[in-house]
C-alpha cells in the first residue's frame, strides 16, 4: 500500500560556505515500503564511488541488493531517485560515505526497504529499560564519515542496534562528520534512532575530544525504536531547528556524554520523554545546551528529562500536557550538578508534576515561567532532591496538589505569584529551607505551608487564603516583612519558637489575624508588626511566654490580645486604639503590658484566675556631676507611697539602669489598683537623690548626678573683683568656687570700713546665692573696705576668701559754653549752649554727666539767683528786666560730685525802634490833604515791645501832620502844585539808647486837577471867595 504524506513549511535559506543552497520541496514517503515503477531495475552489484571520481543517479527506480560506496575523493549526487533495499539480514545492505566522500542527495528521493513486516525481539539486557526492543523488517544501514547535504527527501526503515546496552546507539542516519546538513526531509520507522550523531568506531562513544556537529533543519522523525535523534560525544554539537520528532519510545533527542548544542522551533511529542540531557558531566565533561522556542508537548512521560550534569537553558518554551511531569530537573543518582535555566516559557496540563528534581542536587533558575493546571504539584522538590532552585516573577496556579512542594529541600521564591493550588500554595516540610520573598500569595487553603521546616517569608503579599501561613511541627521559625490581609487567619503558629517582625495584618474581619498555639512551653516574639481591622488581632493559646513590642492594633471588634488556656504573655511600648477591647483574659492567663498606655476600662478578666499588670518604664543615666563619668553600681529603687520598695536594679558600666514600675493591676475580682510612686538613688560616699511623686502615666527617664562629698574651693586671688569705685553703692564680684559635687552654692558676706578689728561693721551676715554683692546703702568715699565671703554647701562645708577695694571718685571736667545770643531784649529768652561737653575719666562704670545751671541777676549792688536746675540752659525774659546784669553759672556733676564751673555774664539792654521798609509810595490829589494812606505803626518795630511815637524829620512840598495820640499822618501839598516829592518820618521809643532812631522815605507823587480860575486879586487888591 501506497502512503503519500505531504509537507509544507516556509520557505527559507540555508546559505553555509562551501554547501549548495536548495529549495524547499514537498517530500513522499512509504509507510511499510514502496512500490517502484515499472521500469524499476535491479541491482545486486556494489555501487561504487572511488577516488577522483564524481557519479551521478538521477531519476532511477532502483531494488537494491548491495551496497553503495562513496570512497575517500569521491562525490556522488542521486537526485529524484527511489531506492528499496533488499537482504535476507537485518542491515545487510546500505549507503555508506566515507570520510573524504562527498554525498549530495536532493530532488525528492525515497530511501526505504523490502520487507517490513518480519517481526524480531531482543532481550532487555540491562534492568529498568521501559523501551521496547522488538522491530519488524529488513532494515538498511546509512553511515555518513565524510561530507552529505541531504535535502528534501524521505527515509524509511534504517536500521539501528538493538541490543539493549547502555552503548547501542547506532541507528538510522549515522552523523560522523561536522560537513553534514540534513535539510527539509521525513525519517520514518527506523530502527534505534532517526538520527544518530556520534563515532560509530569507538565502542563506548565517551572518548574526550571526540563528536561531531552536523546540522539539522526542518527535519520530521516518526516513530522510531528508542530515540528520534541520539547525539553521543564530548564534542558533538549540532545544531537542530524547525523540526518535529514523534513516536520515539524513549526521548526525542537524547545528548549523551558531554554532548549538547543548539535546539531551536522544534516539536516534540508523543515520546516517552520529549527531551533528555545526559552529558555525564561527573566524568569530567561539559556541555551547554541552549534550547528556544521549542514544544516538549503530549509526551508519554515528561517534557524533559535531565540526566548527569551539564547546563540547559530553555527559552520561550513549553511542557504542556504531558503524561509525567513537564520537567524532570534530575533523575541520576551520579555525582556532578545539573543546572537548568527556564525562561519565559509554559509547562501546563501535566498529568504528573509541573517540574521536579528526582534525585541528587540541581542548581535551577525558572524565571516568567507559568506552571498551571497540572495533574500533581506545581513543583515537586522531594526529599531526595536536595533542590537550590530560584523560582522568579513566575505564576504558579490551579494545580492539583500544591504549587510548591519543598522537601527537604533549599531555594528561592521571588516575585512569583501562587493561587487556587488545590492542596495549598506552598508547602515546605522535613528541614526544608526554602527562602520564599515578595511574591503574591492569595485564593488556596494554606498560602504558606510549613511543618517540621524553617523556610525564610518574607515581604510577601498573602490574602485571601484560608490560612495565610501555617507553621507546624519543632524547631525556631521567622517571618519578617510580610502583609496578611482578608484570610480566614492570617497566621497559625504551633512551632517552639517563632519570631513575627515587621508584618501588617489586616481585614481578617471574620476570625483572627494571628493565632499563636505555644501549649507546651513554647514561645513566641512578635515586633513591630500593624493589626488593622480586625476581629481579633491576636490569640494566645498558653505556652512559656509570648512577646509583643512595638506593635500597633487598631479598630479590632473583638480584641486586640486574647489569652486563653494558661497563656503568659508580655506587651512592651506598643499602641492600641480604636478597639472593642484591648485586652482579655481567661483560663488563667497572665498579661503584662509596658508603656502601652492601655486604660483599665480596655481591659477584660473573663474569670477569677487571670490578670493583667500595666507599668510605665522609669529609667535613669546616673553620672559623677564633676567628671559626667557613668557611677556604676548605684542603687534605683521605686518606692510605693507607703515606703514598699516596688522594684530595684543596680546602674550598669554606662551609669544606666531601669525598672517597670506598675501604674495598675486588675485581678479577677474585677478590682483595679493604683500604684504612685517615688524614685531614689544612692551610692555610698555620694549626696543621694530623691524625686517624690513620680509621674506614673507615661514612660520617665531621669538624668541624675550623684556628687561626692566634698567642700567647695574659693580661689585666690578672689579675681578680678574692683579695687577702686566710685558708685555710690557699688556692686562687689568674685569668682565662685570650684564645687567637686557641683552643688548649689552659697555665700555669706560680711564688710568692715578701713579696718577689720576695729572699722565700721557696714554689713553683717549677708546671705546671697549669686558670687556678687549690692549694696543696700551708700558708701563714703575716699576709704578702704575689707570684704570676708565664705561660701558654703547644702551639707555645710564650706571655704573663706578676703579681699578689700577703695571708694575713690574723679570730678568730670569743666565744660566749653556761650549764650546763644548776648546781650539780649527784655522780651527775649536767655540761652547757654555746651560748646565742648565735660569728660570724666571714670569708667567703672562711665559716668553719667549733667550740668547744674544757676542763673543770677545784679539788683542792689549783689548777685542774687534767679533760676537753677539740672540742665537748665533757658532763662525765662519774665525773670529779667531791661539793664539786668545777668550772669550764668555752669556746673558740671558725675552723679558724685561737680567739677570746676564755668561762669558767663551778659545784659539785658533797650534796642533801638526798627524800620520794617526803606520807603512806601504814595499819591495825591493837588490842593487835596489826605489821611490815612499808611499805617506807622506797621512800618515799624520795637524788640522790647515800647510804644513808639513817629516824626516827621523832613518835608518840602508836600507837608505831614502826625496825630500824637492815634499816630494818624495827614499829608497836605502846597496850593496849586503837582509834581514829585518826598519827606523822611522818624519812629522813637522814648528811651535814651545810642544809635539813631531809624526813619523811613515816603515818595509823593502830586496829581493836577483842571479846575476853574479863581480870581484872587484886582488891582493889587485881594478878592475874598465868593466876594
Not at 522491530?135 to 524509511?156: D, M, P, Q
Request: aromatic residues 10%; hydrophobic residues 35%.
Amino acid at each position: 500500500m501506497m502512503i503519500r504524506k505531504t509537507f509544507l513549511v516556509a520557505v527559507s535559506v540555508l546559505v553555509l560556505v562551501g554547501v549548495p543552497i536548495f529549495s524547499l520541496t514537498s517530500v513522499e514517503g512509504a509507510g511499510d515500503g514502496q512500490d517502484l515503477g515499472p521500469g524499476a531495475t535491479t541491482v545486486t552489484t556494489d555501487y561504487e564511488v572511488l577516488s577522483g571520481e564524481t557519479k551521478e543517479i538521477t531519476d532511477e527506480d532502483w531494488e537494491l541488493n548491495a551496497n553503495i560506496y562513496v570512497r575517500n575523493g569521491g562525490t556522488l549526487y542521486i537526485n529524484n531517485t527511489k531506492i528499496k533495499w533488499g537482504g535476507t539480514t537485518d542491515g545487510e545492505y546500505g549507503l555508506y560515505v566515507d570520510n573524504g566522500g562527498v554525498l549530495y542527495i536532493d530532488q525528492n528521493c525515497n530511501f526505504t526497504a523490502q520487507d517490513t513486516t518480519t517481526h524480531q525481539y531482543r532481550e532487555k539486557v540491562i534492568q529498568g529499560i521501559t523501551f521496547s526492543m522488538e522491530s519488524w523488517g529488513i532494515h538498511w544501514k546509512f553511515y555518513v564519515r565524510g561530507t552529505a547535504r541531504i535535502n528534501n527527501s524521505y527515509f524509511g526503515y534504517m536500521w539501528g542496534e538493538t541490543g539493549g546496552y547502555i552503548t547501542d546507539h547506532e541507528g538510522g542516519i549515522v552523523c560522523a562528520s561536522d560537513d553534514i546538513i540534513i535539510y527539509n526531509c521525513v525519517i520514518q520507522y527506523t530502527e534505534c534512532n532517526a538520527i544518530a550523531i556520534l563515532n560509530p568506531d569507538l565502542a563506548d562513544y565517551q572518548s574526550q575530544g571526540d563528536g561531531f556537529s552536523p546540522r539539522i533543519d526542518r527535519v520530521t522523525i516518526d516513530n522510531t525504536t528508542r530515540y528520534g535523534i541520539f547525539v553521543g560525544g564530548d564534542k558533538s554539537s549540532p545544531t537542530i531547528t524547525n523540526s518535529t520528532i514523534r513516536g520515539a519510545p524513549v526521548q526525542g533527542i537524547s545528548y549523551f556524554v558531554g554532548a549538547d548544542g543548539y535546539l531551536n522551533d522544534t516539536t516534540i511529542s508523543g515520546c516517552e520523554d520529549g527531551l533528555e540531557l545526559d552529558p555525564v558531566t561527573g566524568s569530567g565533561y561539559s556541555a551547554t545546551l541552549l534550547v528556544n522556542r521549542c514544544h516538549f508537548d503530549g509526551n508519554n512521560n515528561s517534557g524533559f528529562t535531565a540526566g548527569r550534569g551539564g547546563t540547559v537553558k530553555f527559552r520561550n518554551s513549553t511542557f504542556n500536557n504531558n503524561k509525567g511531569p513537564g520537567v524532570i530537573m534530575q533523575v541520576s543518582t551520579s555525582s556532578g550538578i545539573q543546572s537548568i535555566e527556564i525562561y519565559d516559557s509554559e509547562v501546563k496540563n501535566n498529568a504528573k508534576e509541573g517540574l521536579t528534581a528526582l534525585v541528587n542536587t540541581v542548581s535551577a533558575i525558572i524565571q516568567n515561567v507559568e506552571i498551571a493546571e497540572n495533574g500533581g504539584n506545581g513543583i515537586w522538590l522531594p526529599a531526595t532532591s536536595n533542590s537550590a532552585p530560584y523560582i522568579v516573577d513566575s505564576s504558579i496556579h490551579d494545580n492539583g496538589r500544591y504549587g510548591i512542594y519543598s522537601n527537604g529541600s533549599a531555594g528561592y521564591v521571588q516575585g512569583t505569584e501562587l493561587y487556587r493550588n488545590d492542596l495549598g500554595n506552598i508547602f515546605a516540610v522535613n528541614g526544608s529551607t526554602i527562602s520564599i520573598s515578595s511574591s503574591d500569595i492569595h485564593h488556596a487553603d494554606y498560602g504558606i505551608k510549613v511543618l517540621d521546616a524553617a523556610p525564610s517569608i518574607s515581604d510577601n503579599d498573602l490574602r485571601l487564603n484560608g490560612v495565610g501561613v501555617n507553621l507546624d511541627g519543632s524547631g525556631a521559625l521567622s517571618l519578617g516583612g510580610n502583609t496578611f490581609f482578608s484570610n480566614e487567619i492570617g497566621l497559625f503558629s504551633r512551632v517552639d519558637d517563632v519570631a513575627v517582625q515587621q508584618n501588617n495584618f489586616d481585614s481578617h474581619s471574620s476570625n483572627t489575624a494571628m493565632i499563636l498555639d505555644l501549649r507546651g512551653d513554647k514561645t513566641a516574639n512578635v515586633r513591630f508588626c500593624n493589626f488593622t481591622n480586625n476581629k481579633d488581632a491576636v490569640k494566645i493559646y498558653g505556652g512559656e511566654v509570648a512577646r509583643f513590642q512595638n506593635i500597633s492594633v487598631t479598630g479590632s471588634s473583638g480584641s486586640a490580645l486574647f489569652g486563653r488556656y494558661g497563656a503568659n504573655f508580655t506587651v512592651r511600648t506598643s499602641e492600641f486604639s480604636g478597639n472593642t477591647m484591648d485586652f482579655i483574659l481567661n483560663d488563667a492567663s497572665t498579661g503584662k503590658a509596658f508603656s502601652c498606655g492601655t486604660p483599665s476600662s480596655k481591659v477584660t478578666i473573663q474569670d477569677r484566675d487571670s490578670e493583667f499588670w500595666h507599668y510605665w518604664r522609669v529609667s535613669v543615666e546616673v553620672m559623677n556631676n564633676v567628671t559626667l563619668a557613668p557611677v556604676t553600681d548605684a542603687n534605683m529603687v521605686i518606692y510605693s507611697d507607703e515606703g514598699e520598695a516596688l522594684a530595684s536594679e543596680e546602674t550598669f558600666f554606662d551609669g544606666t539602669a531601669a525598672v517597670d514600675s506598675p501604674q495598675y493591676m486588675i485581678d479577677g475580682s474585677g478590682m483595679t489598683s493604683y500604684m504612685p510612686v517615688n524614685l531614689t538613688v544612692a551610692k555610698e560616699n555620694y549626696i543621694p537623690f530623691w524625686e517624690p511623686d513620680l509621674p506614673n502615666t507615661e514612660d520617665h527617664h531621669e538624668v541624675v548626678y550623684l556628687a561626692e562629698n566634698r567642700a567647695p574651693s574659693l580661689p585666690f586671688p578672689p579675681g578680678n573683683q574692683p579695687t577702686i569705685t566710685h558708685q555710690n553703692r557699688p556692686l562687689l564680684t568674685w569668682l565662685p568656687p570650684y564645687d567637686w559635687n557641683q552643688d548649689k552654692i552659697g555665700y555669706k558676706v560680711n564688710v568692715w570700713q578701713d579696718d577689720m578689728s576695729t572699722g565700721q561693721h557696714v554689713v553683717v551676715d549677708a546671705i546671697v546665692h549669686n558670687p556678687q554683692y549690692m549694696f543696700s546703702k551708700n558708701l563714703r568715699y575716699n576709704h578702704e573696705f575689707w570684704v570676708e565671703v565664705v561660701a558654703f554647701d547644702p551639707w555645710g562645708l564650706s571655704d573663706t576668701t578676703v579681699f578689700s577695694f577703695r571708694t575713690v571718685n574723679t570730678p568730670p571736667t569743666s565744660p566749653v559754653a556761650s549764650f546763644v545770643e548776648a546781650p539780649v531784649p527784655s522780651l527775649v529768652d536767655l540761652e547757654v549752649r555746651i560748646d565742648n561737653a565735660s569728660t570724666d575719666s571714670d569708667t567703672n562704670p562711665v559716668d553719667n554727666i549733667t550740668y547744674l545751671v544757676e542763673w543770677y541777676a545784679f539788683r542792689e549792688d549783689t548777685w542774687i539767683i534767679i533760676m537753677s536746675g539740672s540742665n537748665q540752659f533757658i532763662l525765662d525774659h519774665n525773670l529779667t528786666f531791661e539793664g539786668d546784669k545777668i550772669r550764668a553759672v555752669i556746673k558740671p556733676f558725675d552723679g558724685i560730685e561737680y567739677g570746676v564751673p564755668v561762669t558767663l555774664e551778659t545784659q539785658v539792654v533797650n534796642f533801638v525802634p526798627q524800620a520794617l521798609v526803606d520807603y512806601v509810595e504814595i499819591e495825591l490829589n493837588e490842593d487835596e490833604p489826605a489821611t490815612g494812606l499808611i499805617n506807622l505803626s506797621a512800618l515799624f518795630t520795637d524788640r522790647d515791645g515800647d510804644d513808639l511815637s513817629f516824626n516827621v524829620k523832613i518835608q518840602r512840598n508836600v507837608g505831614a501832620e502826625i496825630d500824637k495820640v492815634t499816630n494818624a499822618i495827614t499829608f497836605i501839598p502846597d496850593p496849586n502844585w503837582m509834581g514829585k516829592d518826598y519827606l523822611i518820618i522818624e519812629a522813637l521809643d522814648s528811651k535814651p539808647h545810642a544809635e539813631d532812631n531809624p526813619t523811613i522815605q515816603v515818595n509823593i507823587t502830586v496829581k493836577g486837577v483842571n479846575d476853574a480860575p479863581v480870581i484872587t486879586e484886582v488891582n493889587d487888591k485881594v478878592v475874598e471867595k465868593g466876594s
